[in-house]
């Protein structure tokens, strides 16, 4: 039988907890006692380090990474009826905010062994309705971001990017998040700065897109009780930004650590014919997941659950052949690179309280099974 409880689990989040978990008691605390439980200072305290962080002028908490991705591309101006270009081969949010709005996401294809958007089919699949690109720096992989904001000026487009996976990966030596309009961000528990909860934010370096966005996460409203806009209640808690002003101390050393860990995962597999993550130039990926292919997925999954490790599979079902977008019109085999890699992709463990000897075992009941 399959062992439940993995010995080795995907991200110890329990472990990083206890870390910190006199930490954030006190800063719950500091909550409770202040009674700051919607938005207020420990949001604001947030948001400021949050932006600081990331290279950007404006940061707005929201209630979680969907949201923001979607109260990011209504602050850029996509409405009912616009086009988006964005990826098939992420999670089911992004293409789920573009509709949320009335828009329509035009998907493409990806890159082998980067898993980002190609930006050369970009340009194929532009049309006059047309208004923006959406591109996902998937597994804390950063897009090749210059390619992009050139076919975006070229075609009057707006970028508005999804940072969901990526938090502090740099193209460039500059932060995902602020090379278009906004980014988006999630701090799901999971993530590499994960929250006890729900919670997303957006970054900008423009004055108006942020200033629309903190409008519409509030029911349209600058002042109590004067609305100028019909918007929403999307807005962050207290006790999740106190608990992420916390863990933000943190990010940097748990960012160097999934890079030693990719490293050496890279080390034993690269060598031994897989495909792992390659990264683009000019790049500092984050390593949310570390993904790597295998022929026998099956086979390699169940191993590695009777020795009791961890993995996932991120992701099986690109979003063109879900049920749920099946009105857009694609088919099996619009995308043969996306098709391919959620065929064969296996993401192995990864967090930063990952210790040498568990890496070690992993690698070694993993080569004993997978197949290139």
Not at 58 to 72: Q, R, V, Y
């Amino acid at each position: 039988m399959p062992n439940r409880t993995p010995n080795i689990p995907i991200i110890n989040v329990e472990a990083q907890h206890q870390k910190l978990r006199a930490e954030i008691l006190q800063a719950l605390e500091d909550v409770f006692d202040s009674r700051a439980y919607i938005q207020g200072p420990y949001v604001q305290a947030f948001e400021t380090a949050f932006a600081s962080q990331h290279g950007v002028t404006h940061a707005a908490g929201c209630s979680n990474g969907t949201t923001a991705l979607s109260l990011a591309l209504e602050a850029a101006g996509v409405g009912p009826g616009d086009e988006v270009i964005t990826t098939s081969y992420t999670f089911i949010a992004t293409a789920e905010s573009i509709l949320h709005l009335g828009a329509i996401p035009v998907f493409v294809d990806i890159e082998p062994g980067t898993y980002n958007i190609d930006p050369r089919l970009i340009r194929q699949a532009i049309t006059p309705r047309t208004k923006a690109i959406v591109p996902v720096h998937l597994y804390g992989t950063p897009c090749s971001m210059d390619s992009l904001q050139e076919i975006a000026e070229q075609n009057d487009l707006e970028i508005v990017e999804d940072c969901a996976q990526a938090h502090l990966a740099k193209f460039k030596e500059q932060a995902v998040g602020s090379f278009g309009r906004a980014g988006s961000f999630s701090f799901y528990p999971g993530k590499n700065l994960g929250a006890c909860g729900d919670a997303g934010m957006v970054v900008s370096n423009d004055d108006e897109t942020i200033w629309r966005v903190k409008k519409l996460l509030d029911h349209g409203r600058e002042t109590k009780y004067l609305h100028d806009i019909v918007g929403y209640n999307r807005r962050m808690d207290g006790m999740q930004a106190a608990i992420l002003s916390v863990k933000l101390r943190y990010l940097e050393d748990w960012t160097a650590r999934r890079r030693e860990i990719a490293a050496f995962y890279d080390a034993r597999l690269k060598p031994a014919g897989f495909q792992v993550i390659e990264p683009p130039e000019n790049t500092e990926p984050v390593y949310h997941l570390y993904v790597v292919q295998v022929a026998n997925r099956d086979e390699t999954a169940a191993a590695l659950s009777e020795n009791g490790i961890g993995f996932g599979i991120h992701y099986p079902t690109p979003l063109h052949v879900q049920p749920s977008m099946q009105t857009l019109g694609y088919k099996t085999g619009s995308f043969p690179v996306t098709e391919s890699s959620a065929d064969r992709v296996i993401s192995l463990p990864m967090c930063g309280e990952l210790a040498e000897e568990s890496i070690d075992r992993v690698c070694q009941v993993f080569t004993s099974i997978a197949q290139p």
